[in-house]
């Protein structure tokens, strides 16, 4: 038979799957491969849908096997595509985005971001993307707080507002009016003062299409920001 000792990394990921996402003790995982995948296989067709994806994501983000990761991902969000699923994997988290320049946006967003910026959008994909208890709500707040901390370290200041780096933004590249007209509106949902950052994010129902309308713009608006930076710098 196949046992695990003779593979150190499938065995360090059934370790994982034992003690991490089973809950269950170390020395009940069997060294045979060939039981431990039988078990794997019974649990993987009897579990709920959401278990489904939590189990893949779980493979997906803990598998250290070379190269694994990216053409795991890259293969079952083909899978998912052909199966008209509802969810892809964005940013190494299964969640429910499907539109393929959505998933680019914010992806590109988080690789390209840092520092508070990218520990806010990665929150606020966190959230959106918890299959027993999204938080709406808070994913919206992640999300204006990265394009907050992006308008600090964009201007190089303590403190500053959306409306000051778009001014800066007009000043130093110039801004197609369509594109001002965007931010402005942007502006308003980030801006305590306008009002409507309060209305949308302490409103009863903020649902997903709230909080995933804002994680893509915000994210649009990182990805704009930081190539026009790049081109200035």
Known sequence: GYYLSSNK??????????FHYFKKPLDTLDNDWSKVLKELRKYFFSCKWHEVYDFIEFVANNHKRYQFKEGFIIDSNHLLEREVSAYRFVNGLITRITEVHEVAEIEQALEASNGPVHKH???????????????????????????????????????GTLGQL??????EIGLHPALRTAFGNLYGYTSDEAGIRHALTETEKVDFNDAKFMLVVCSAFINFVEGKVLIKG
């Open 9 to 18: 990394d499938l065995k360090a990921l059934c370790e994982l799957l034992w």
């Open 121 to 159: 959008l990665r929150r606020a994909l966190e959230l959106l993307s918890d299959r027993n208890a999204p938080d709406y709500r808070n994913s919206v707040k992640e999300a204006i707080s990265a394009v907050e901390s992006l308008v600090i370290l964009t201007l190089k200041a303590e403190k």
């Open 166 to 171: 778009i001014k800066k933004l007009e000043d």
